[in-house]
């Protein structure tokens, strides 16, 4: 059971659902179980679901699961193979991705970039592929290789490498934000529409009659400083429900003058 409030659930997103659910996510010899479970929950988070693993040193795993918290069935629909050219073979468009850009053997793509490449591709048919390396060394250059595009997360200058499952949360945000990422929503309940011109006015009246009536407004300065409020309330641009409380503010000073 979550409160959180949420995001349209991403079956109602519009025609990229289909391919987002195309992207293939490899990790390459991951050592670290706990980083596979991480990286299946931050696929599922941004509505990706394949996930093939190259010769991980250790899976199924008790730490990847309880590092998915609640991503498991991507976990239990894994593919895992021994090498990387069995991930790969029936791919048409694979983006590595790496913090490190020693020998460039492909162009490199910021995230956004691959993100609508990689999408633009899977919505035509195609199959893709997002790789991602190991937590000490990365890919090989002979992997980088394989890759049309390489892919590099922009960090600050000097510490260009993160943790592999995070490496993996940024570029599947950016896969769904180039599959049309729905919009938050405000609950109904908070829904009121702005005030109109005619709801704004009456209140301006009313206001100016109570100001008046508690002696705060007196003739000669009052034009001024009904400018000045109106200046004010018009900024705010009030939503009807809140004029009416103020309105009703205004009525009870009213009633205890008279
Ligand atoms: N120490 C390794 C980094 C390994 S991090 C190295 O220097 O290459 C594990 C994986 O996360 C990387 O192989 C890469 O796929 C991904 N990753 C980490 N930081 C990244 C970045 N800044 N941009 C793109 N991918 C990154």
Redesign the pocket.
Known sequence: MTTERSLDPVPEMSGGIAALARVRIVLVETSHPGNIGAAARAMKNMGLGRLTLVAPRRFPDAEATARASGADDILQRARVVPDLAAALADCSLVAG????LRTISSPVLAPREAGTALLEAAAGGAEVALV????????TNAEMARCHYL???P?APGF???N?AQ?VQVLAYELLLAAGAPRPRPPDQDAYPPATSEQMEGFFRHLEQVLYAVGFLKPPQSRTLMRRLRRLFLRARPDCNEINILRGILSAVDEREE
């Open positions: 991705a790496t913090a490190r991602f390396g190991r937590e000490r060394s990365g890919l892919v590099q997360i960090t260009s490498s993160l592999l490496a």
